[in-house]
């Protein structure tokens, strides 16, 4: 979600309820509490798949529709972003295609996406272009191509606040949930609205952040996630790059 933040469905809990808290003793909890909860929930389930779409403004001006597909597993995950423009205003729109394995980062992307999101040439931006590409850990894009493909880093963008009020029950997907409004911060930054189950494990079965909603779904089961052969690496300051295997 993190790359789609700057310009941006299907949910079943699998897990079974806990016994030792009935709906009304959690929902009687303050909005901090269930927040815990819910993280605790999220890394102990240690995998999730979402999908979702949202509305906004293309760097050319244009009004755009993002559409975002993530899996997310304990080290490795994937993520799929496409954006559409919505008012034929025919402007450039980016996108790209995410893989992360055990702390090592691939984007396969078009070249609008790696002059507006990773700040390349346009000379760098056309070598880069429709093919795999190694982020180092050293490159300042690292963090942001990484962020929600791995648990940890989706905990901490999703609940990225100190201060969280609750709403009224509210039915998500099927699932009555309690929402949690705050102002993220971070790399998803914005208004921001977590929908954490009532019931099972209070684990998030929405997530909306300035103005783009993901359903989360089919927590806890995980999926194959393999590195690309033969990406390009990407220098830490962006400048050309050489083969990897």
Known sequence: MAIAASTATLATLVLAAPASATSSD??????????????AAMAEAGSVSASGHGFGTASGGGKVEIRESD???????????E??????????????????????????ADAEFWTTSAGLSNTQAAAAAN????????????????????M?????????????????????????????????????????ICDVALGGNHLPVAVTIDGITLHLTLWGRTKAVTAPVGALLLPSTSSGGETTT
């Open 131 to 150: 093919r795999w590409v190694q982020i180092p850990s050293t490159n300042p894009f690292y963090a942001l191509a990484a962020a929600d493909l791995t």
């Open 83 to 108: 954006i559409t423009s919505t008012d034929g205003s025919g402007v450039n729109l980016p996108a790209a295609s995410t893989v992360v394995v055990d702390g090592r980062v691939y984007v396969d």
């Open 152 to 192: 940890p880093s989706l905990i901490s963008d999703i609940f990225s606040a100190k201060k969280f009020h609750k709403g009224r029950i509210v039915s998500v997907d099927g699932v009555r949930a309690i929402p949690i409004m705050y102002t993220n911060t971070g790399n998803d930054s914005g208004p921001a």
């Open 71 to 81: 899996y997310t597993g304990a080290t490795s995950g994937t993520q799929q972003l």
């Open 26 to 39: 959690f929902n009687a909890q303050s909005a901090n509490t269930i927040v815990e909860h819910a993280r």
